[in-house]
């Protein structure tokens, strides 16, 4: 039988899917981009001219993930790749003009509004809250899983 305190935290991680799906649905109807796919562009034109392993380093995506979603953003003219010139095995990634104007007119991503209220806590805090997200991770069995946000899911299934 489930009790008071498992209820609870059922309903707390309902809560928190349920932001993130509000959040996605959100940004996919004012941009037509996922989550993943606005942190990728948000990322190649922070860094500039970059590479898509240094994309999926800095945002802890696996290699796949991020060939994936710059092959959208690539399609949608969003972002543009080709070889150096300096190395030809080496590809180079950049934000195109439409992609910037996208990133001009993105709303704020969970993720932006997490990492403000987060950062702004106490470090103790900080710490409880990542081992029990760890932890929680652990119980779900999501220890292993790539950590782009659902991508699968949402508006990265539909053409931009």
Not at 73 to 86: D, M
Not at 111 to 124: C, D, H, M, S
């Amino acid at each position: 039988m489930e009790g008071p305190i498992t209820n609870a935290a059922l309903r707390a991680i309902r809560r928190i899917l349920r932001a993130a799906d509000q959040g996605g649905r959100k940004l996919a109807t004012e941009t037509g981009l996922t989550p993943s796919q606005l942190l990728v562009l948000q990322e190649i034109e922070r860094l500039g001219e970059t590479t898509p392993s240094a994309v999926a380093a800095t945002l802890q995506f696996g290699q796949a993930t991020v060939t994936n979603i710059v092959d959208r953003l690539v399609a949608a003219n969003f972002a543009t790749r080709q070889r150096s010139e300096r190395d030809k095995r080496q590809i180079l990634l950049r934000v195109t003009e439409a992609g910037r104007a996208v990133l001009d007119t993105a709303p704020d991503l969970l993720q932006a509004v997490f990492r403000g209220r987060f950062e702004g806590l106490p470090p103790w805090e900080q710490a409880m809250i990542l081992a029990g997200l760890e932890r929680l991770g652990q119980i779900l069995g999501a220890d292993e899983i790539d950590a782009a946000p659902l991508i699968d899911a949402g508006a990265i299934d539909r053409p931009l």
